[in-house]
């Protein structure tokens, strides 16, 4: 097991920040009718339900492994794969296509999940929990998922400070971030399995 490391927890706090990106759900947000008056309650479920998703996944993702004798090379390059995807649809259209929200169609619950906590960032804590010591990746979840309550707190007065573009040029940044580490997350996958 890998020892405790700040530095694994801070970088896995940027990572997963990067692949939740809620500064890409911001302007998406904002769209919302009567975004204001349900305010207070999303950001309760951002609070409660971001964190508990994520340690859900990072804890149990082990045994999700071995009760599906999946080889956790395979999971890598097939957990690369598909944050490579989403991270070329962010670029190209600002937001996943994998997503399919309407947002006409809103609720709460789906702009969480799979919005803020979907594929990507599921496959994230489950492939982190192969690398970090297990106390590294809980700061990590617990880093990441106060930034996320943070920007979605201040949603509002981001939007009114910046405006919805240059939150998508961030979004578009992070989504950069997001390729980048999937590209390896895809080589290390694939150099295992050629090892094994």
Do not use: C, H
């Amino acid at each position: 097991m890998q020892p405790f490391s700040l530095v694994d927890a801070l970088v896995g706090a940027a990572q997963l920040y990067a692949i939740i990106d809620p500064l890409g759900a911001i302007p998406l947000l904002a769209v919302l009718p009567n975004y204001e008056r349900m305010y207070p309650r999303f950001l309760k479920l951002v609070a409660v339900t971001v964190p508990s998703l994520l340690l859900l996944f990072a804890l149990g993702g082990p045994y999700i492994f071995y009760i599906f004798n999946i080889n956790i090379n395979g999971f890598r390059a097939a957990g690369g794969i598909l944050l490579l995807v989403i991270a070329v649809d962010i670029l190209r259209e600002g937001a996943p296509r994998t997503m399919g929200i309407n947002p006409e169609d809103y609720v709460i619950v789906p702009i969480i999940t799979p919005m803020l906590v979907g594929p990507g960032a599921i496959t994230s804590v489950m492939v982190m929990a192969t690398y970090y010591n297990p106390l590294s990746l809980v700061l990590a979840i617990a880093v990441a998922s106060a930034l996320t309550y943070a920007t979605m707190r201040y949603s509002l007065l981001l939007i009114k400070l910046v405006g919805s573009n240059t939150l998508k040029i961030f979004s578009r940044f992070f989504s950069l971030i997001v390729a980048a580490w999937a590209v390896q997350l895809i080589a290390d996958g694939f150099l295992g399995l050629i090892k094994s």
